[in-house]
């Protein structure tokens, strides 16, 4: 039951993560660019993520999923720190703003496709048919509590930040993910 626990703050934590960055990354995007720069963004989006599901499949026969799992977590810290200091800065702002907007829909696809991967591991078929319903419990109610914390936040910070205060989600989830692997 401790596994089922800890997968569930996990997937709940990574969602209530893209609940923050994503409306914030759409509505920076559409307040600078407005939705006829959507469809190249969508192309964009597609390309970026076939690239980076073929590494990521080379990858993943070289390197242990704990490992590349960890590294999607640092990394992915690094990078919305890195989004939040240029946004609130207006740096590059139009590139930056692409580019925030394709790694959030990367970030989206890397991380839970690694947690079903995660989960498929974690449980055998009997223990997923049982359990897998009340894992994906955490899914929705971290995309409620990630809606919701978004648009409490943008009344008091600047859309800037969020990425910033996401962070502080992911570096939980770095340490559920060490625990989960040593069961």
Not at 9 to 32: C, D, E, G, H, Q
Not at 34 to 39: A, D, H, K, M, T
Not at 49 to 64: D, Q
């Amino acid at each position: 039951m401790q596994r089922a626990l800890l997968m569930q703050f996990y997937i709940f934590l990574i969602i209530t993560t893209l609940l923050v960055v994503k409306p914030t990354a759409n509505a920076m995007f559409l307040s600078r660019f407005g939705v006829s720069q959507l469809p190249f963004a969508f192309i964009l989006v597609a390309i970026v993520a076939a690239i980076v599901t073929m590494l990521y499949s080379r990858l993943v026969t070289k390197v242990e999923l704990n490992k590349i799992m960890d590294r999607t977590l640092k990394g992915s810290i690094v990078f919305l720190i890195l989004f939040g200091v240029f946004l609130h800065f207006r740096l590059w702002q139009d590139f930056v703003l692409y580019l925030f907007y394709i790694w959030v829909a990367v970030f989206a696809l890397l991380t839970t496709s690694q947690f079903w991967l995660l989960a498929n591991i974690v449980f055998n078929a009997r223990q997923a048919k049982r359990l897998f319903g009340f894992v994906g419990a955490g899914a929705i109610a971290g995309g409620i509590f990630g809606g919701y914390l978004a648009t409490i936040l943008t009344g008091f910070i600047s859309s800037a930040y969020l990425p910033i205060v996401a962070t502080v989600f992911l570096i939980f989830c770095i340490f559920i993910l060490r625990k989960i692997w040593k069961k």
